[in-house]
Structures are given as C-alpha cells and as structure tokens.
C-alpha cells in the first residue's frame, strides 16, 4: 500500500508542477507585456528591471492558482489512471474509496502547508522587494493622487494623517497631520515634506515641519500659532507596516499584518470590512487545496473511451476557473452587501466541498 501511495504521490506532483510552471510562463508573459510600457520612460528603469519586477511577482500569481493547479494536475492523474485501468488494478490491490481519499487528503495538506508558506511569507516579502525595485528606478510608490490615509487616537483627540508616497529611499513623503478634539473641531495641522520611522517604533522623526495651532479663547475667537522647525519627533502608534498596508492592496499583506491593521481601524473607529474579508480568504484560501483533491478523486472512477480525456482535463480547468471567480465575486459582494466576513471567504470553499462530495459520495461510493 505504501508503494501505491508513493506512485500516486510522485504522479500528481509531477502533474501539478507541470501545469503550475505552464500558468507561471504565461502569466509572466502577460505581465511582461504589460511592463514593458514603463521601460525608458527614466534613463534607470531598462528592460532588466522590468524582467527582475516581473519575476518577483510570480510567487503571488502561484499563490493564488495553486488551488486551481492542484485540481487540473490531480484530475489529469486520476483520469489518466482511470483511463489506462491503472487504477482498476490499485483497487483490486486493496486500494477502496476511503484509502484512496485518505491518500488525495495527505497529499492536498502539504499543498495547504505549501499554499499557505507561499502567500504568508514568500509572496509578500517578492512583493515588497518588487515594490523597493520599482520605487528606486521609477521615483516613489503611491496608493492615487491623494495618497494614503490613516487615522489615529491619542488622548481624547483624533488624528487624521495623509501620506502622499513612500520615496525610493524609504522615507514618507509629504506628510499631513490633521488633529481635532473631542467635539470635531481642528486644532493643529502639521505638514512636513519628509519623514523616517524611528528605531524605537513607537515615532516618526519629520523634516521641514510646518506646525500651525489654533487656540480658542473663551469668547469664540480663534488664534493661530504657525511654527517652522527643521525636525520634530512626532510620537504616533502607526508602524511602517500599517502606512504599507494603507499604500499596498490587502491582499499582499501578510496574514498577521492584516490582523494587526484590522485591529488598528477598529480601534481609531474605521470600518475594516475589506480588510476582514481579505484576512479570512488568506485563512480560508490554502485550505481550497483539500476541497480540489477530493473534487478530482471521482475522476479515477469514470470509465474513459479513447481521447476522451481530453474533455475532462477541460471540464477541470474550468471548474477551476469557476472557483477564482466566484472567490473574487464573493469578495466583492460581501464588501458592498457588508456580509460577515468569515462567511464570505468561506461560502466559495463551503460550496465547493459540498460539490465535491456529493460527486464522491454518488459516483465512488453508489456506483
């Protein structure tokens, strides 16, 4: 039984390598082209680049189409072995229904270890450095024309603090503060052109600070207090990843990241939908592996004429496809519908399992 399982082990993964490497060229292609626009728009960003920003962006396209990989390559062993009576002779060996979706369960966890290592740490770590490569030969990274906002508590004040890019340098540039009281009043502004994070983590260290405060008297009127300063250690509970996620789309960030910036619009009163949603798809997402082995193990129980494999691989791919889309529908959906977030990055995966055994439980264990 061990050999058994070591064949089918070698097979899929072999299959699945295949078609993720297939998917990873012609997404680097598309990408590639797209790229190419930026090339010599500045004497730094040449084709080298491009190429190198390109590349560090495929870890992020194997994240999200490993779920689908896993099901194309697995359904292509199982039909194949169906097809040649393979499988015919592993079940007359001792191989029933449960081993065998026992043996497709074993293997579609490594694909969940591995699904969840690459969009945890290995694709947002090539993101940012394909960010750093871009922003040193393009000039800065910016979220639109008004840049990022974020928003603060300190005391009984809030604070609303605009950062306009991220320089290639790492440093925040044109920096906005905004502080009002408790009644919603302003009573400081501070604009400074750029700004560092300090090593203790808890500051931002600004430069060429323009600082105006307005005092109120008793009898309504409103004095103004400007002030110039060449630096000034503003002390903030923003951390470098929070401006990050502010600037980057949800969906780069790492699953602890998003939970730290969901935690943070919580607590300064801002609405956190999208970054829940995103935050239980990251948790939801790798387990989509299991849900796509069991999906294909019915494939290894159909009886194929010759050629017709073809059509199965094909009706694969498109489940497969079907699945992206409805995740993504789902996720836009739940935004605009404010559905809770668990059970919109969920409802793809529920849908799916159910699919898949339904089919298991009809075609393997009826029939």
């Known amino acids: 039984m061990n050999t058994l399982r070591r064949f089918i082990f070698r ?13 990873l060229a012609l997404f680097f292609f598309f990408d590639m082209v797209d790229e190419l626009r930026w090339v010599g728009r500045t004497a730094g960003y040449q084709l080298s680049y491009a190429v190198l920003f390109v590349a560090l962006g495929l870890p992020k396209h194997l994240y999200e189409l490993l779920p689908i990989t896993v099901l194309i390559g697995t359904i292509f062993v199982m039909a194949r072995l169906a097809q040649s009576s393979e499988f015919t002779i592993m079940r007359t060996s001792g191989l029933g229904p449960w081993r065998a979706l026992g043996t497709l369960v ?12 690459v969009g945890d740490y290995i694709a947002p770590m090539s993101e940012r450095a394909a960010q750093l490569v871009k922003a040193r030969q393009l000039g800065q990274i910016s979220t639109g024309a008004t840049g990022a906002w974020l928003k603060e508590k300190q005391g009984g004040h809030s604070l609303a603090v605009n950062v306009r890019a991220i320089g290639s340098d790492g440093r925040l540039r ?8 408790p009644q919603g009043r302003i009573t400081a502004t501070l604009t400074a052109e750029h700004g560092t994070f300090d090593d203790s983590g808890d500051a931002w260290t600004l430069q060429q600070v323009q600082q105006s405060r307005f005092e109120r008297s008793p009898d309504g009127q409103v004095r103004v207090q400007r002030a110039h300063q060449p630096t000034l250690l503003w002390p903030t509970r923003i951390s470098p990843d929070m401006v990050a996620a502010a600037i980057l789309k949800p969906d780069k960030m790492a699953t602890i990241e998003l939970f730290r910036y969901i935690r943070h619009l919580k607590a300064n009163g801002q609405s956190a939908q999208r970054y829940e949603i995103e935050f239980w798809r990251k948790v939801f997402y790798p387990l989509s592996c299991l849900v796509m082995v069991v999906l294909s193990l019915p494939f290894a129980y159909l ?7 073809a ?6 791919v498109m489940a497969g496809i079907s699945f992206f889309m409805l995740n993504n ?16 990055a969920a409802a793809p995966g529920l849908i799916y399992s159910f699919l898949s055994l339904a089919a298991f439980g009809w075609l393997v264990l009826r029939r």
């Open 329 to 344: 529908v789902f996720g836009f959906a739940g935004n605009l519908q404010n559905w809770s977030p668990w059970l919109t």
């Open 311 to 316: 059509g199965y691989v094909f009706g694969g």
């Open 106 to 117: 074993t293997l579609g966890c490594a694909f969940v270890v591995l699904t969840f290592a």
């Open 174 to 181: 044109g920096v906005h503060i905004f502080e009002f009281d």
């Open 303 to 309: 009886h194929f004429r010759s050629g017709g494999i």
């Open 11 to 23: 097979e899929v993964v072999v299959s699945v390598a295949f078609v993720t490497l297939a998917f």
